[in-house]
């Protein structure tokens, strides 16, 4: 049998300063390949490139990565600030539908991140644009300085519900992890269910309720050097295996 095919969505980075590529980094890229086994396809974050039922009968599942721009607070009714600093609209706009589309059809489904946010607003939740100006938070940003090995170390652990999905997939009720992130959920959206938080009580993995498929997402990078990761990399077998059952039994 062939491999599955996973959509990694991809992000807008300007190359020399004027060309706009759409890109997705390595580590996605490698954790689908070495862990999953499938194959990874980025996907253009471009509204007007892709559509969300095409998109849906190329892959057999779809990976919502990290990405620096936050989701434009208009998706869930609030005003654009300076703390909000950069958008991508046209990634809002590929991933918020194709999240919704993916849990109606069954279609698996893992968030890192942004990604993590985009299922959080994608079913009516809302975010803070900065967690760590909030009273008992802490400061969830990478360190400014350092190599990817310092950005991406281990940096708090994260509680699980006894008993949950993550827990259940990670043998545990608590795991260690990175953390590169401004943004935190702030209300959760109608169907999200909150599994597992940082010791400041940040939401860090959710899953959507009632879905029919495996939809899953964490606010930190399980993608960094996911083969090797004790919590990544079961995170990732557990993707692999939902996409897997979806590539043999077709788009039914
Ligand atoms: N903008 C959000 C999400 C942060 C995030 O996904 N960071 C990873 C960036 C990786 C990359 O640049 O590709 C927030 O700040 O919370």
């Avoid at 609209?89 to 999240?99: G, Q, S, T």
């Avoid at 004790?230 to 077998?237: D, H, I, N, T, Y």
């Amino acid at each position: 049998m062939s491999r599955p095919v996973i959509g990694i969505i991809g992000n807008v980075h300007i190359i020399n300063d004027e060309y706009p590529v759409q890109a997705a980094g390595v580590s996605n890229i490698e954790a689908i390949a070495q862990v999953t086994g499938a194959t990874p396809l980025i996907v253009p974050a471009l509204p007007h490139a892709v559509g969300v039922s095409d998109l849906i009968d190329a892959c057999d599942g779809f990976l919502f990565t990290g990405g620096r721009p936050n989701v434009h607070p208009k998706h869930y009714g609030e005003d654009a600030t300076e703390a909000h600093g950069a958008f991508d609209l046209d990634r809002d706009a590929v991933a918020l539908p194709l999240i919704r589309a993916c849990v109606e059809r069954k279609v698996p489904i893992l968030g890192i991140c942004r990604g993590f946010q985009e299922f959080n607003v994608a079913f009516g939740g809302s975010l803070y644009p900065e967690i760590r100006d909030l009273p008992g938070r802490m400061n969830h940003r990478m360190p400014p300085d350092g190599t990817l090995e310092e950005k991406f170390a281990h940096r708090h652990v994260i509680t699980l519900t006894p008993g949950g999905r993550f827990a259940r997939i990670f043998g545990r009720d608590e795991v260690l992890v990175n953390s590169l992130h401004g943004q935190g959920i702030k209300r959760p959206g109608e169907r999200i269910e909150i599994e597992g938080h940082a010791p400041d009580g940040t939401p860090e993995a959710l899953h959507v309720a009632g879905a029919p498929g495996y939809a899953m997402a964490v606010q930190w990078h399980p993608e960094w050097r996911a083969h090797e990761d004790p919590v990544s990399r079961p995170l990732f077998e557990s993707f692999g295996a939902a996409l897997t059952a979806r590539h043999a039994r077709g788009a039914a």
